[in-house]
């Protein structure tokens, strides 16, 4: 690990001026994905900035129904919260669905959602990678892609974005608040948070530099069975082959996005509104375009099947 300096904010302001003042700082908090590449010299942050002491630690409701959750949030205090579990029963599985419960105790709901790939390219600093160094190369390309992407991927890269939690947030249309250095605040919706690689793997959100996550806030309950099922290589601390957060009305009506298979949760609203005629019906417009490797051809059918067994359990009022 390397030297760094360190400092902790007082405001979110502060914060987000700590950061977009110094070229190689990083925000701080739960530290459950960054320390881990710090110790692998894959991050190499010059600076840390703790925004722990903030205060952006509670869920609460919204003036339209909905709820607005903190960025420090815990994922347990998240997973566990009662509304939801109730309103939003598709937020709580998947959380839970994610590493162990030690991880979920100090992973914040900003943390999560910004997590890197687990592309064991870029995880292993002696191989060509356009994330870790841009224009060096993509040694996915080339190499072992089983657990890689099959849609939404480019020529520069073909990882995934890794989550859980971000799946459920993007079938909810959840939108995430920040703010900047001048104090400015906005709104994205989790629809436009994530990029697609493009021939810009480096860039993976639509966070400008030193911008602060200080929430993300959820619409007014929409009801139906809500169903997280994960497909991975061993039953627990995996991540997702495939995953699919799915929310089903009782005329059949709903919701699907995917995990495991692209650069950001997966979701196309034309593959919604075909819920009702079955996964295979479902499927075909989710996936247009995909682009798998012999490695991952697989990922193509193993999502239609899990498309599949997400509304079987739906349908039977069960929930995964």
Same mark, same amino acid.
């Given at each position: ?57 509670? #869920? ?13 949030? /815990? ?45 064991? &390219? ?21 190499? &072992? ?12 890269? #073909?990882?995934? &974005? ?65 169903? &997280? ?13 495939? /995953? ?77």
């Amino acid at each position: 690990m390397k030297p760094f300096s360190y400092e902790r904010a007082t405001t979110p302001a502060a914060a987000a001026a700590a950061v977009a003042g110094k070229a190689g700082a990083k925000f701080i908090a739960g530290g459950t994905n960054l320390l881990d590449l710090m110790k692998l010299e894959i991050e190499a942050p010059v600076h840390l900035v703790d925004v722990n002491g903030l205060g952006l630690d509670t #869920i609460e409701k919204t003036s339209d129904g909905g709820v607005r959750i903190g960025a420090l949030v /815990s994922n347990t205090d998240l997973a566990s919260d009662d509304r939801i579990r109730r309103d939003y029963g598709v937020l709580s599985r998947a959380i839970v669905a994610g590493a162990s419960g030690q991880l979920r105790n100090k992973a914040t709901t900003a943390g999560n959602l910004l997590q890197r790939t687990r592309c064991p &390219y870029f995880y292993d600093t002696n191989q060509a990678c356009n994330k870790r160094r841009p224009g060096s190369g993509c040694a996915a390309l080339g190499g &072992y892609s089983r657990q890689l992407g099959i849609i939404g991927t480019s020529d520069a890269c #073909i990882a995934t &974005y890794p989550g859980d939690m971000a799946v459920a947030m993007r079938v909810l249309d959840a939108t995430v608040e920040t703010v900047n250095a001048a104090g400015a605040t906005r709104a994205i919706p989790i629809a436009d948070f994530h990029r697609l690689w493009g021939t810009t793997p480096h860039i993976e959100t639509a966070l400008a530099p030193g911008e602060l996550i200080t929430a993300v806030t959820l619409p007014k309950p929409i009801g139906g069975v809500h169903v &997280y099922q994960k497909v991975r290589d061993r039953a627990s601390y995996a991540f997702a082959l495939v /995953s699919v957060a799915a929310v089903v009305q009782p005329d059949g009506s709903g919701r699907v996005a995917i995990g495991g298979i692209a650069p950001k949760p997966w979701r196309v609203e034309a593959a919604d509104a075909a819920l009702p005629q079955g996964a295979k019906a479902v499927a075909g417009p989710l996936l247009a375009g995909a682009r798998p490797t012999q490695d991952n051809q697989f990922k193509v059918m193993l999502t239609e099947r899990a498309i599949g067994a997400a509304i079987a359990q739906a349908s039977k009022g069960t929930r995964a």
